[in-house]
């Protein structure tokens, strides 16, 4: 077995988990499976350096990087048993009555462009039960018996600076390593240290990457690094001659998988680069596609990796690239024009479509369950309205606004909400395409002043909606009017001056006569309710209030109903009604439980 020249950094929960399996009686075979550069053959090494002693006649490294058929399987495995194969009887029955009764670790490294030689490996297997096999492989080899352990990047710490964390970063402690080989004078201050895990981030902790991008130490510096890591993949490649070809450039690892695949393969893994984080087999064939089997396929062969994450609505795997894979395969993407622009347009017709699905789910009990949902999707559903923005597909950015909207106001991200409402609007307020009878604008403009209210301070908020109010004024009645104004109220209201919140709410509820959105009129009830009690007009906050529940109860709207609740609560104990108060409060607290929503939580319980 070869003796790396460098010392092995980490893994120690990986080299227990093989030592576990290769001793356990039923693991006969053991594949390490990962995408190229991932340090599969460096972990596969020194899991059996540590072996050494476990196997009465010895451990057996049998290279396959230059193996081109395998037809020539046998003769490489002999070669590395320093056994001289004989003319006539075939390779394979020489080998077998070779191995018969050598308790023998065979470990076969880079055995993925020879798969069609697995049958060869599982007969000497069969054939003698003492003999046991290592396998390092960017798939699978999708036989009985296998055993196959994942192989991921290095740990690596997704803070920032936090001693605790770099302390068990070994993508850290492997770039620090290979730099001071390079320069043993190295020294790296506070900054390269927070520079240096930023890299580690950018490559998922993938050896081959962090120890290419620490050769780059003698011409240029930590930061610069970590930016041309993130402008370019060429930048990875590395000068040193001991390093085989198809390592010698993430490019170069990447471009070795890609020719191994076969063209549907292709296809589809191009296409999938369209995700952001992850996404499901559903999503992958919508968009894409792809059927489940070419996906089972590519994952199988590193490409893609499995998450454990799911929701109480979907028990199915979700699937992720690693971070540079993606980039490598958006290269190919972009080198098909057509299929491109095809696929970005599906991509974003399937989300917003479905976005458009959640607006009743999240008014409803459901809404913990379509918030997880959301959350999952929302790297996607924010490149679809983007591309949407930017193609001016006006129905279906109408269709979706509002619950992307209440997905941010729900989970509280003014701040992500600002990025996109403020792209939007300067967009449709750029373009000379009609906006047709709706008033996406309008609402695009209260969404953004929502945002700005939160994310920097009423005041600017409030400015901005004004505005957008004086917009509509004069106007022939619209039904997108009552969400304008209950926006305009909200903020009012949060910048204190309830008297007018009152007056905007009431507007809103005049207006709402003739078009009946119950929701909106729900939330208008509430509002002027908090603003009335707030002003000490109990009995007439106690009507609206009693008003908006009845419509959230009736209606399974279960946040407005937790929220009207809390509020009538709020009434009767400044009323001296404390056991009806403490009622209410209860009753808000358990809403607010059942749909996950930790602020509302906590003004119950600070009020109970």
């Not at 890609?258 to 087999?281: D, H, M, N, Y």
Request: glycine share 4%.
């Amino acid at each position: 077995v070869p003796t790396p020249l460098t010392p092995f950094i980490g893994r120690n929960a990986e080299l227990t988990q093989i030592a576990e399996q290769l001793n356990h009686p039923e693991c006969r075979l053991l594949t390490l499976v990962g995408p190229g550069g991932i340090g599969k053959t460096r972990l596969a090494l020194e899991a059996t350096h540590q072996a050494r002693g476990d196997f009465r006649d010895g451990i057996v490294y049998v290279p396959l990087m230059d193996l081109q058929s395998p037809d020539r399987l046998p003769e490489a495995i002999a070669q590395a048993l320093h056994f001289d194969l004989r003319e006539g009887p075939p390779p394979i029955n020489q080998l077998l009555s070779y191995l018969r009764r050598k308790e023998v670790l065979l470990v076969l490294d880079n055995f993925e462009h020879l798969l069609g030689g697995a049958g060869l490996l599982t007969q000497l297997l069969r054939h003698n039960s003492e003999m046991r096999a290592l396998v390092t492989s960017r798939e699978r080899l999708n036989v009985q018996g296998e055993w196959v352990l994942d192989i991921a990047g290095l740990s690596y710490s997704d803070a920032h600076g936090e001693s605790a964390e770099l302390s068990s970063s070994s993508a850290l402690a492997l770039f620090m390593e290979s730099a001071r080989r390079l320069a043993p004078e190295t020294t790296f201050t506070e900054e390269d240290i927070a520079a240096i895990t930023r890299i580690c981030r950018l490559v998922e902790g993938m050896p081959l990457a962090v120890e290419i991008a620490a050769t780059w130490l003698r011409a240029f510096s930590c930061a610069e690094i970590a930016t041309e890591i993130e402008h370019s993949l060429d930048f990875l490649a590395t000068s040193l001659q001991d390093v085989p070809d198809r390592h010698r450039s993430l490019r170069s690892v990447f471009q070795y998988s890609w020719a191994l695949l076969a063209p549907e393969e292709q296809v589809a893994f191009r296409r999938l680069a369209i995700f952001r984080g992850s996404f499901t087999r559903e999503d992958a064939r919508a968009v894409t596609e792809c059927t489940p089997l070419t996906l089972i396929s590519l994952t199988n062969k590193s490409l893609l990796s499995q998450e454990s994450r799911t929701t109480a609505s979907q028990a199915s795997p979700r699937y992720v690239f690693h971070d540079l894979v993606r980039r490598y395969a958006q290269e190919q993407l972009a080198q098909q024009p057509e299929d491109e622009r095809a696929t970005y347009a599906r991509h974003s017709h399937y989300y917003l479509d479905w976005l458009h699905t959640q607006a009743a789910e999240i008014k409803s009990a459901n809404q913990r369950i379509a918030l997880e949902n959301i959350s999952l999707a929302i790297e996607n559903i924010r490149l679809a309205w983007l591309w949407a923005v930017e193609h001016y597909d006006l129905k279906r950015l109408d269709a979706a606004l509002e619950p992307l909207y209440l997905f941010y106001t729900l989970r509280y991200w003014p701040q992500e909400a600002e990025q996109v409402f403020r792209t939007t609007v300067a967009a449709l307020e750029a373009t000379e395409v009609p906006l047709g009878e709706t008033l996406l604008l309008e609402r695009a403009r209260a969404c953004l002043g929502w945002a700005v209210a939160h994310a920097r301070t009423p005041q600017e908020g409030h400015v901005l909606l004004k505005e957008n109010v004086a917009h509509i004024e004069g106007q022939p009645p619209h039904c997108d009017h009552i969400f304008i104004l209950n926006r305009f109220a909200e903020v009012t209201h949060y910048l204190g001056d309830y008297e007018a919140a009152c007056q905007i709410c009431l507007q809103s509820l005049e207006r709402n006569e003739v078009c009946q959105d119950l929701y909106q009129m729900a939330l208008s009830l509430n509002l002027i309710g908090r603003a009335t009690y707030t002003l000490g007009r109990y009995p007439a906050a106690q009507t609206y209030l009693s008003q908006a529940r009845e419509l959230a109860h009736a209606h399974d709207w279960i946040q407005i109903e937790a929220d009207t609740l809390h509020n009538l609560g709020v009434v009767n104990w400044r009323l001296g009604k404390y056991e009806e108060a403490e009622h209410y409060f209860r009753e808000a607290l358990g809403r607010f439980r059942a749909t996950h929503y930790r602020y509302g939580e906590g003004l119950a319980l600070n009020a109970l």
